[in-house]
């Protein structure tokens, strides 16, 4: 900020504020909560950034020092006396601190009571400016400005048209000060009467052509004079309001840098700070997951000095907590004026609008040192111990989550950075599934167990280089028992959340053959014991096996598959998938209800390629936790590849090919230079 001084003007007597001025000055009554008119303006000052300030005195000059010095504010401040304070005006006051005044100054009267906001403006103003109000009746006997091509013209009491109700609060730049500063001096200096003892701003209106004032309109905010007690019964009561005003932001950050501080210093100067932390779920569903969980990043908040209240906001929607709290403010960036947050802001307006809550929106800047933070956090987020947990946690939070098939690192980033916006809600995948079928189709060979582990686990070394999401790995048949111990460690290492096998033996096809191919299912006892020994090799606690179900597939019949389900979660199976290959949803349904109406907790997957009709929200009011899509990318990707081979062959040439591709800048866009 450019150096500015503040010249506060309290030399006068204060007459008719009775009893409240037989012992001290006017600028000494109390106003709010133990604040004095000059306590507040002094509080603000230094809260704007003003360091210097003159104050002229006089009436009561000793006790007002005093009362200065016991304040013990971080402020220079200058006293200048008035000594003929009781003869004298204003414009004599200023005379006599006229060799202080060598800087941009911003000047009040000494019984100017204003919110903060108001000196925020006058003070950010480039011009030099007064503050007027557009929205108040015109004052029989205070200041009017006459208002002329965007300028202050003059300025008295007397002024009745073109004018404007005007408060002495003014910003004026060191030049435009020059000018009536000159003037208010020629007046002293002439030595007549009535030019000391007339207003300061009767020498600004014989210079206000060159002394260049602007109007800046407070409108309906707190800008008063306090002359009387009726004026002060009607200020302090205005301030109790202003005290008691909420705003209200919401923050779905998990790390706290200098650019959430700063606009949150901000929004508390409108009021007492609300702050609503997103939840996990809410976090997740249009973010990332967030590193560190809702209670923690609430304490985190909740340690910030002079936040009000701490609350939590479900979703990216504001409705309910501004329905619940009535803030009246709401602060935000002004960065969600457009994009996907455009359907939130609207639905804040409109909440707001219900009973005259205001938004405010503060210039929204990312700078480069916070956007290579969160990338920093990505790169957390991607590390095993961090990864591997999160599936759980994420089912627990919210009942049901959802997995797209990744064969590779491209598809991985599909999964990872696709998210789409529905009014107002983002939606994303929460894992990633790492499909035998998918991962031996890309390889051009049969999902018949052909692909070995290691080939299988460069796959997830691929997927997890390049993204974070949590990972469920189809596991096949998991082997032979004292195999699947080294893969269940291995997963865990790689940071795998959860293996799922097959309850088939010997030469396992994919369950989409159903009885078409020849397929063993293994016996209750040997899968009971595979899991049995996974469980026991297991070495963190939140990797999880999931026992798949091939009853249906086989057409073994639903006792069949509930038995299994019951000898499988007994074994120590975290999950249960149960599939079919029916188109209708019926046979699954069944086996959910009956599942569920006596094993509550349990995990259940489900892998609806057949049945697919059935919608997330309906696979969650029954109890399903995992929705797997299986293998949807790689079939979206066969017969786009196969088109461009014919069209190329076709043609010989690219041309009529390049038409339907996607050019490489924008593939290129899709990988990111560093996660
Ligand atoms: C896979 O994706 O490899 C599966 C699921 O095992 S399914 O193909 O439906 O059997
Ligand atoms: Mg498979």
């Known amino acids: 900020m450019k150096s500015m001084k503040a010249l506060i003007l309290n030399s006068g007597m204060g007459t008719r504020m009775g009893v409240l001025t037989s012992e001290q000055p006017k600028c000494m009554t109390e106003v709010s909560n133990h604040e004095t008119i000059l306590s507040r303006q002094l509080n603000t000052l230094s809260q704007v950034g003003i360091d210097d300030v003159i104050i ?23 006293f200048v006396k008035n000594e003929k304070y009781d003869s004298t005006n204003y414009i004599y006051s200023i005379y006599c601190a006229r060799d202080y005044l060598d800087d941009d100054i911003i000047l009040m009267h000494g019984d100017m009571v204003f919110e903060n906001s108001v000196l925020n403006d006058v003070v950010a103003s480039n011009a030099s400016c007064m503050a007027v109000s557009s929205s108040v009746a015109l004052p029989e006997k205070d200041f009017k400005a006459v208002l002329k091509d965007g300028r202050i013209k003059e300025i008295g009491i007397e002024f009745f048209s073109e004018a404007v109700a005007a408060q002495p609060l003014y910003k004026i730049n060191k030049a435009d000060w020059k000018v009536w500063l000159d003037r208010i001096t020629d007046y002293i200096e002439s030595g007549e009467e009535n030019k000391q003892k007339c207003y300061a701003e ?6 206000s052509k060159e002394c260049i004032i602007t109007p800046l309109d407070v409108q309906n905010r707190l800008c008063n004079e306090v002359d009387t007690t009726e004026d002060l019964a009607v200020v302090s ?8 005003r909420t705003v209200y932001m919401c923050f779905s950050t998990d790390m706290l840098h200098g650019g959430h501080i700063s606009i949150i210093r901000k929004a508390q100067k409108l009021g007492k700070l609300i702050i609503g932390v997103m939840s996990d779920e809410a976090v997740a569903s249009y973010k990332r997951y967030p590193l560190i969980p809702y209670e923690d990043r609430k304490a985190m908040f909740s340690s910030i000095a002079g936040v009000w209240k701490v609350v939590k906001q479900d979703s990216l929607s504001y409705k309910t907590n501004i329905e619940k709290y009535q803030p009246d403010y709401v602060v935000h960036g002004d960065d969600w004026q457009c994009g996907f947050q455009k359907p939130v802001r609207d639905e804040v307006v409109s909440e707001l609008a219900v009973y005259g809550g205001r938004l405010v929106e503060f210039p929204y800047s990312s700078e480069q040192k916070y956007k290579d933070l969160e990338a920093r956090t990505k790169t957390e987020l991607s590390m095993p111990h961090v990864r591997r947990g ?13 997995a797209m098939e990744a064969h590779d690192g491209l598809t991985g980033l599909i999964v990872e950075n696709t998210i789409v916006h529905d009014k107002g809600e ?4 929460d894992a990633m599934w790492v499909s035998s079928l998918c991962d031996s189709t890309a390889k051009g060979k049969p999902d018949i167990e052909l692909v070995d582990m290691t080939s299988r686990f460069r796959t997830i070394e691929d997927l997890m280089e390049v993204t974070t999401k949590p990972i469920i790995f189809d596991g096949d048949t998991g082997g032979r028992r004292e195999h699947f111990t080294y893969t269940v460690r291995s997963l865990e290492r790689l940071g795998v959340s959860m293996v799922i096998i097959e309850d088939k033996t010997g030469l396992k096809k994919n369950s ?3 009885t078409e191919v020849e397929q063993t ?15 026991a090799a297991q070495q963190t606690k939140e990797f999880m096996i999931c026992a798949r179900i091939e009853s249906l597939i086989l057409e073994k019949g639903l006792d069949d598959a509930l038995n299994r389900a019951r000898a499988y979660v007994e074994a120590g199976a975290d999950a249960i998938m149960i599939h079919s290959r029916k188109k209708e949803p019926d046979e699954i349904f069944e086996f959910i209800d009956q599942f569920r109406s006596v094993d509550k907790s349990t995990f259940l997957v489900v892998v609806p390629t057949s049945f697919n009709t059935v919608t997330e929200e309906e696979f969650k009011d029954r109890g399903v936790n995992v929705v797997i899509y299986a293998n949807q990318l790689m079939r979206a990707t066969v017969p786009a ?31 990111p230079e560093e996660v």
């Open 56 to 78: 002229t005195t006089g009436y009561y000059d000793g006790v007002l020092v005093n009362y200065v010095q016991s304040l013990e504010l971080p402020l220079n401040i200058t």
């Open 202 to 207: 009767n020498a600004f209106n014989e210079v």
């Open 237 to 244: 009561s205005r301030l109790h309001e202003i005290e008691n």
């Open 390 to 402: 999160r599936l759980k946690r994420s089912m627990e939070l919210q009942g049901l989550i959802t």
């Open 426 to 429: 983002a939606h994303q995948f």
């Open 512 to 514: 989409l053959f159903g």
């Open 521 to 535: 299912q293994d016996s209750i006892e040997n899968f009971s014991a595979k899991i049995r020994a996974g469980k």
């Open 641 to 671: 590849i196969q088109k461009a081979a014919e069209t190329v062959l076709i043609n010989h040439r690219a041309k009529e090919c390049d038409d339907f591709l996607m050019p490489f800048s924008e593939i290129i866009r899709l990988i």
